[in-house]
């Protein structure tokens, strides 16, 4: 029977009317030829089901994109079911959803999808396709193809909906699908990936799925392929429910290798001959001996705190550490140095910083695992991630980073060196043996250790009057002498009283003679050399006048925390405090 092809631009009633007659017009013809009409209630079924679809296809054919009535929800998943034939054993209908091909010339039908209705005793096939024309022809005309049926899992308020997808449309996970009222298929929304919840990826499980840290709490998401690849450390946009990645904006800035090849030494530290003794022995000893470590049944030493005054020599004796580690293990070792900054964590978002902690101790524990030893960890200012709970001003944030620090310290291998010059605010449970085994002392140099370092940074200087040698003694007698005194402070005992003077040999530090004295002193000398045309040399005159300038700026600052530390060590009351200096050219 020779079917009529709708019009596009007929109401939906119409669509609906015309297949029922198409139908009904069928059964109207074996009526007349004198044949049985029985159709089985399975059939019934499959064609309401088929008029149904029609209606639904042909509003979706004429749905306004923009409909303000759609729902937006997001896709959660997409199912791949292959068409699977229905057929009523009894009569040989056959209801399906297939890709038609002709198999001959047949002027009705090209290559498209459509449901096909086939009854076997009229070897005729009943077609309507998805643009809502149809077709009626012999089934030897055609070839069914099978059709992989696609479906979205969306979700839907506090619910998951299955939705068809029609051929054709590109929906993948993560995207947001448009729905009518009726939670039919009405298209893809398009979807600002500049918006969303901000996350860091802590582990990559697979191409499509991978474990994010989102305000602290840790989530299993999907990724989007848009997003792709995903590594640790990246930072990345949610969803509107949080549960695909949509965006990757790539890694944080937060770099875990140290910013310099390692290239200090212990003997470019002056002084500290106890802090370097005990680091090396325990670092070297039980990679040099384990036999030894074996027999004593000795635990290699895991936890270092390196605390004392600014300047005094921590990164410089964490950078030497770092160059015996490479010499122990290698070069290909430096994958194993790991250097977390304190202050870069907290400059990171809230619930992110706990994140790429363990991201850090992540990296340590998975390089022992491929070299087969221990990484080493600095940390420095760590009073920044270990702070006394109780004094930070955001507690509930600085606890929880706290505790990720101690947990992380827990349960790795590597060697931990941490660094402060606020040893006075590290929370206990920090400090306790186990987590730090040594604890170690770096303190103002002394008179002897500020000569070995005025004759490190001296060495190979051309010098005028003096050898090198003998200008870091100078220098040395110059900078501990009374005449760069700051303070005068009374101290009572308990039969006399006294007068004791706190000078710059109280605030020096190994910093300050190599930046502020020694560099201030070589240029006084190029000056010169400049002036005069000649070579440049240094001068006992060129430290002097070095010294007196750094003087002059530090009597100008706050030292009350350093003279009440002073004073703490002193025997007897203070009963008083007088400023001697006060500023260029001023005196008390």
């Excluded at 297939?98 to 070897?123: K, T, Y």
């Excluded at 003997?267 to 027999?295: F, H, S």
Aim: with cysteine.
């Amino acid at each position: 029977m020779p079917g009529k092809t709708p019009d596009k631009n007929e109401t939906i009633g119409d669509f609906e009317s015309f297949f029922q007659q198409q139908l009904n017009g069928r059964t109207h013809a074996q009526e007349s030829a004198g044949s049985e009409v029985k159709e089985p209630i399975l059939l019934q079924t499959y064609r309401r089901a088929l008029v149904q679809t029609a209606v639904r296809l042909a509003k979706a054919q004429h749905r306004i994109a923009d409909d303000p009535t759609n729902l937006y929800v997001p896709v959660l998943g997409v199912l791949e079911v292959k068409d699977v034939p229905l057929t009523d054993p009894a009569e040989g209908h056959i209801l399906r959803r297939a890709r038609v091909m002709p198999a001959c010339q047949v002027e009705s039908v090209r290559e498209r999808v459509g449901f096909i209705m086939h009854d076997p005793s009229e070897q005729t096939t009943l077609i309507l396709f998805d643009d809502g024309s149809w077709a009626n022809v012999q089934l030897n005309h055609l070839e069914l193809l099978p059709l992989e049926q696609r479906s979205a899992v969306v979700a839907l308020d506090a619910r998951t909906v299955e939705v068809a997808i029609p051929l054709g449309a590109n929906v993948q996970v993560g995207d947001t699908l448009k729905l009518d009222q009726q939670f039919h298929f009405a298209g893809i929304a398009e979807w600002s990936s500049d918006c969303g919840e901000l996350a860091s990826v802590e582990q990559v499980l697979s191409d499509s799925s991978c474990v994010v840290n989102v305000n602290g709490a840790q989530r299993v998401v999907q990724i989007h392929p848009a997003a792709r690849p995903v590594k640790a450390g990246n930072r990345v946009v949610l969803d509107a429910l949080g549960r695909t990645i949509r965006r990757n904006l790539g890694s944080t800035n937060v770099d875990f290798r140290y910013f310099k090849k390692p290239s200090i030494r212990w003997a470019d530290i002056g002084g500290q001959e106890e802090a370097k003794a005990e680091l090396r022995t325990a670092i070297e000893t039980p990679l040099k001996y384990p036999q030894l470590m074996a027999q004593m049944k000795k635990r290699p030493a895991k936890g270092f705190l390196l605390f004392g005054p600014p300047g005094c020599g921590k990164n410089m004796t964490a950078e030497a550490v770092m160059s015996m580690y490479l010499d122990l293990h290698g070069p290909e070792a430096v994958d194993g140095i790991i250097y977390i900054n304190a202050p870069d964590l907290l400059r990171s978002l809230v619930g992110e910083q706990e994140a790429l902690l363990r991201y850090g101790f992540r990296l340590a524990n998975l390089f022992e695992e491929q070299h087969g030893y221990s990484a080493l960890i600095i940390i420095n200012e760590v009073d920044g991630i270990c702070k006394k709970r109780g004094l930070a001003i955001s507690s509930d944030s600085s606890e929880t980073l706290l505790q990720t620090a101690l947990t992380q310290i827990d349960q790795t291998n590597a060697i931990v060196i941490s660094m402060t010059n606020r040893q006075d605010i590290l929370d206990p449970a920090f400090v306790r043996s186990k987590r730090v085994s040594r604890k170690i002392y770096v303190g103002r140099p002394d008179k002897a250790t500020a000569k070995s370092i005025f004759g490190i940074y001296l060495k190979d200087i051309p010098t005028e009057g003096m050898t090198s040698e003998e200008l870091a003694a100078n220098a040395t007698e110059e900078l501990f002498s009374d005449t760069y005194a700051m303070y005068k402070l009374n101290v009572e005992g308990t039969d006399s009283s006294e007068t004791v003077l706190f000078a710059l040999r109280d605030i020096v530090s190994g910093a300050m003679i190599d930046d502020s004295i020694v560099e201030k002193a070589k240029d006084l000398a190029i000056n010169r050399a400049i002036a005069g045309g000649t070579d440049a040399a240094l001068r006992k005159d060129d430290i002097a006048c070095a010294i007196r300038s750094v003087f002059e700026t530090e009597v100008l600052v706050d030292h009350s925390d350093d003279t009440k530390r002073f004073a703490e060590n002193l025997t007897g009351t203070v009963r008083s405090v007088d400023r001697l200096y006060q500023g260029k050219g001023k005196h008390a």
